[in-house]
């Protein structure tokens, strides 16, 4: 499975667009790129995944580079409520075969200020 | 409602003492997982299942056993000979045939006194 490689922390004011980087130079092929978030002392929460082309959702955007070597999520319009930790992970989609394992690497601290 | 549900949310035990944290998922996932969280820190692995009756070692087995004798159960025992049990602990489940979406549990913080 990918190693993904994030920032530690980001700053976001809130009504702004958060941009969050994930940077995963080895990721195979077959990988999709997930991210997750993790409000404090939570579980964490899907957020989107997607294998080459961008992805939308009612959560997020992500973007990723037609080399697949990194990516970008976008929350449109952050809220204090998004202020959590997230995580981008590389991870297969396999139909019936062994699953690779889910590696969460320490994430991106985003902190939504007023 | 289908969910994952993780028991008790906080457990205080004495060192020395085995203690068994409780998974169990209505989602009829195949695969479990079980991470350790600490302070600041990511979600490192510990065992994962991908089907009933198979598990395997994640990155910090030591210490740490599990079981998987139903798809919707996969209990996880910290033993005596994890030297330092106290962190917070996550289940996950998800199909691989249909997504690596994974589903959380709410987590089990264990104290060890």
């Known amino acids: 499975d990918a190693k993904t490689t994030q920032p530690p922390s980001m700053d976001c004011a809130e009504g702004r667009a958060a941009n969050l980087p994930c940077n995963h130079s080895t990721i195979s092929g077959n990988e999709y790129v997930y991210w997750y978030r993790q409000i404090h002392s939570q579980g964490p929460q899907y957020i989107i995944h997607g294998l080459k082309n961008n992805e939308t959702n009612e959560m997020a955007s992500l973007i990723i580079t037609e080399d697949r070597k990194s990516s970008t999520l976008i929350l449109p319009h952050a809220t204090l409520r998004d202020t959590a930790v997230y995580y981008c992970?590389?991870?297969?989609?396999?139909?019936?075969?062994?699953?690779?394992?889910?590696?969460f690497g320490k994430g991106t601290k985003l902190s939504v200020k007023p | 409602d289908g969910g994952i549900t993780q028991s008790p949310k906080y457990l205080f035990r004495k060192e020395g003492q085995n203690v068994t944290l409780s998974c169990e998922q209505n989602?009829?996932?195949?695969?479990m997982y079980w991470y350790r969280q600490d302070p600041g820190q990511g979600l490192r692995l510990i065992y994962y299942?991908?089907?009933?009756?198979?598990?395997q070692k994640g990155d910090i087995a030591e210490g740490y056993s599990v079981s998987r004798e139903k798809k919707e159960s996969f209990p996880l025992t910290v033993t005596s000979a994890q030297k330092n049990p106290t962190a917070f602990y996550l289940c996950a489940s998800l199909d691989p045939t249909i997504s690596t979406e994974a589903f959380f549990g709410q987590g089990t913080r264990l104290t060890v006194v």
């Open positions: 992970i590389g991870a297969r989609l396999n139909y019936g075969g062994s699953q690779g394992n889910l590696i």
């Open positions: 989602l009829n996932h195949d695969a």
């Open positions: 299942s991908q089907i009933v009756n198979d598990f």
